[in-house]
């Protein structure tokens, strides 16, 4: 082989690697990813997901969607959570009682189906907030080990019961899209809420029917590979 065979050879190989690798690479994260039958099979289009809750406009005419405000918690470890650290992550948060049997049991079972399947999705991560007020971080640290939770992928959470229930209500939106289960004080959802790295709310899950977590892990797919491919 002479030398300018041998060079032509090295750049067409050159032009492979940047080009048509990553081009195919594209192709197949959306085939197989992004495009709708993930989520529904019967069509085979790009699928967004919704944004959730109120919608204003700027000074430009541009939709701004609803974010959730910014709160606070104490963590199985008693640290601070604080809800800043959820921003650059896709979050799904949802509310228990530590006290509930069966439910919460199979609702634990479930986000930790949910923990092991997309455990490879880094920037995914599960909230698990607690409405009952005499918890302590014993309790929670009691409960997540039950859980078999990953610390790094999955926190329990605590707070006061008016602020869980402020939580519930007005921020993550629950009370415009569920029918809360009221047990004396504490206000009790079994949703699942899927938050985008922005801050909004994306989709509601029935937290305990496998069958609507498939659904969310799904959907949870298909934001991770809109975010890789920039497209919201």
Request: hydrophobic share 40%; charged share 20%.
């Amino acid at each position: 082989m002479n030398t300018t065979t041998a060079s032509n050879l090295k750049r067409s190989l050159f032009l492979i690697t940047m080009f048509i690798v990553p081009a195919l690479l594209s192709f197949l994260f959306y085939y197989f990813v992004i495009r709708t039958p993930i989520v529904n099979r019967d069509a085979s289009i790009f699928k967004s997901l919704p944004y959730y809750g109120p919608k204003t406009l700027d000074n430009k005419g541009d939709t701004i969607y609803y974010s959730i405000a910014p709160f606070q918690l104490i963590t199985q470890s008693n640290d601070l959570f604080d809800s800043r650290e959820m921003h650059g992550n896709i979050y799904l948060v949802n509310f228990f009682y530590t006290q509930c049997k069966a439910d919460c049991i199979r609702k634990a079972s479930e986000m930790l189906r949910i923990q092991e399947k997309l455990h490879y999705l880094k920037t995914v991560k599960q909230l698990s907030i607690s409405i009952r007020p005499e918890d302590d971080v014993a309790a929670l640290l009691d409960f997540s080990q039950r859980a078999h939770n990953d610390k790094t992928q999955w926190i329990f959470a605590k707070t006061e019961q008016n602020t869980a229930n402020q939580l519930a209500g007005n921020n993550f939106l629950l009370m415009q899209n569920d029918t809360l289960q009221h047990d004396s004080a504490f206000v009790h959802s079994a949703k699942t809420v899927l938050i985008d790295r922005d801050g909004r709310i994306r989709g509601y899950y029935n937290g305990d029917k496998p069958a609507e977590n498939n659904r969310l892990m799904d959907e949870v797919k298909v934001l991770a590979a809109s975010y890789s491919l920039g497209v919201k």
